[in-house]
């Protein structure tokens, strides 16, 4: 297995950019199982308690911002959406106050564009990181890749949802 330097690390190493792209309808990664449940229990994130907030993501994201790096989420879903998106929506408010940008692309708009078959992040427009999920949305562990084209295909997909990406503030679930 490939030895990837951790997320905050690659971040931290972020000079100008950051973005990712997420593809799944539903994932099931340990560290959410917990608040997705709440979730669905009827829990939700108080905009005024920030302390209760994700931590330590964030916390990276509000440096990483801080220092000038642009961060920006794209998320590609099905319509209508799984209670899964509902949660992250419902929760990206968060990711938004940290400095993050978002926008969200129904799939049936995404059809022409050529997409990697995996999640990924790019830092700077040169480093890649793949994450790699099991069938039922668990973490099957993160990929790096600094090949040029790779990382152009990656770009170039990322700017293509994006371009016609809803902004969250306007996205209803």
């Not at 690659?10 to 709440?38: C, I, N, T, W």
Request: net charge negative.
């Amino acid at each position: 297995m490939q030895n990837v330097p951790g997320f905050s690390e690659l971040l931290a190493g972020a000079q100008h950019s950051a973005v990712h792209l997420e593809m799944r309808d539903s994932y099931g990664v340990d560290k959410e199982k917990g608040p997705f449940a709440a979730w669905r229990d009827g829990v939700r994130l108080n905009s005024d308690d920030r302390a209760t907030w994700w931590r330590p993501w964030l916390d990276l994201v509000s440096q990483a911002v801080a220092r000038g790096v642009v961060i920006r989420r794209a998320r590609i879903i099905s319509e209508p959406v799984t209670d899964y998106i509902r949660f992250e929506h419902s929760g990206t408010f968060t990711n938004i106050a940290a400095g993050e940008q978002v926008r969200w692309l129904p799939r049936r708009q995404a059809s022409d564009i050529a997409l990697p078959g995996n999640d990924f992040w790019l830092f700077d427009g040169k480093i890649v990181r793949f994450n790699h999920f099991t069938g039922d949305g668990a973490s099957a562990g993160p990929e790096m890749c600094e090949e040029p084209d790779v990382a152009k295909l990656c770009a170039d997909a990322f700017e293509s949802v994006w371009e016609r990406g809803i902004p969250h503030e306007q996205y209803t679930v």
